[in-house]
């Protein structure tokens, strides 16, 4: 067997993509996307068509608002994207909210539940849809809301254990730590690279596994962010991972042997405390953590960037 087909003996892979074309090959159960990943496919040939139909739907609701029409549009090219990923996939897609949102529980919950409807009226049922919220404080309260009604949640853009104690408590089905992100950051304050072995990102993955099977957490894990096939390996055992084409090819091509590195029963044994956490103590423990506070705000500052040049082409788009 290939590295990739060993993978999928440990662990659920999914494809971190949205270009649904490349996902075939690769036979992931799930998928998901993110603004980044949407506004590239965009732009290509071959999914311009979905842009354009967008648009193409949205002409009778010219008399709204002009920002609420291309919210609205926004809104529409996720769930195109989503739909034609669901082709593809067995299992479920991650469709993500707005992230100038972030700080705004009301707002993520009335975007949240018109997601899921919209998708509803595509004929396709909420357990295959996963919502992705920031893991902020205001983000994980609209998962809390979300879940108990049956709206399920994927919590990203998380660095941290704080953010994911937080995220268990409020019973978020899954949550996306970043692996290759927190690498970046180590590897910019420490001037080197780390092996995937003592790699941080790695690290930190590990130990909120561990947290959640020693504790009897139901949110899944699924790493995410990754830098090189080494980290994706020593994370073998997790309960998903989230792989970009790039690196799915990588595996693929590759014959080396794995072995699990995470597992339920190792977990049992770890040493680790319990963390208790109130609003005050959750803000002030990802304060103390300058890594997780700066990638969690440059995340959402960047995906928030990448929403407005989205904007921006529909808007051109919308004007000819």
């Known amino acids: 067997m290939n590295t990739l087909e060993q993978l999928k003996q440990h662990t659920v892979v999914v494809a971190d993509t949205g270009d649904f074309k490349a996902l075939e090959e690769y036979e992931p159960r799930d998928a998901t996307t993110n603004p980044s990943l949407i506004l590239k496919a965009v732009q290509m040939p071959e999914y311009e068509a979905l842009l354009d139909k967008a648009i193409a739907d949205n002409r009778d609701a010219r008399s709204m608002p002009r920002q609420a029409l291309i919210e609205r549009i926004i809104d529409n090219v996720l769930i195109l994207f989503g739909l034609e990923i669901l082709k593809v996939v067995p299992g479920r897609v991650s469709t993500e909210v707005d992230a100038r949102y972030s700080f705004d529980t009301d707002r993520t919950i009335l975007i949240a539940r018109d997601l899921i409807a919209q998708y509803e009226q595509h004929g396709i049922g909420r357990e295959r849809i996963l919502i992705k919220i920031a893991s902020t404080w205001e983000g994980i309260s609209a998962a809390e809301v979300l879940e108990r009604d049956g709206i399920h949640c994927n919590m990203t853009l998380l660095f941290s254990l704080p953010q994911a104690v937080r995220c268990a408590e409020a019973g978020a089905t899954l949550i996306s730590p970043f692996v290759g992100r927190i690498l970046d950051w180590h590897k910019a ?48 055992g997790c309960d998903l991972l989230t792989i970009s084409p790039d690196l799915l090819a990588e595996l693929k091509a590759n014959t080396a042997t794995i ?15 319990r963390l208790e956490l109130d609003e005050q103590r959750f803000r002030y423990l990802l304060n103390e953590d300058a890594m997780a506070t700066e990638k969690t705000a440059e995340g959402i500052r960047n995906f928030a960037a990448d929403i407005i040049r989205l904007q921006q082409l529909i808007e051109t788009r919308l004007d000819r």
């Open 189 to 236: 304050k420490h001037g080197r690279d780390f092996a995937p072995h003592e790699d941080p990102g790695v690290a930190s993955v590990t130990t909120i596994y561990n947290y959640y099977k020693k504790f009897g957490f139901d949110t899944e894990v699924m790493g995410a962010s990754f830098r090189n096939a080494g980290q994706i390996i020593e994370l073998a």
């Open 259 to 273: 072995e699990r590195k995470l597992s339920v029963e190792a977990a049992a044994d770890a040493a680790i405390e």
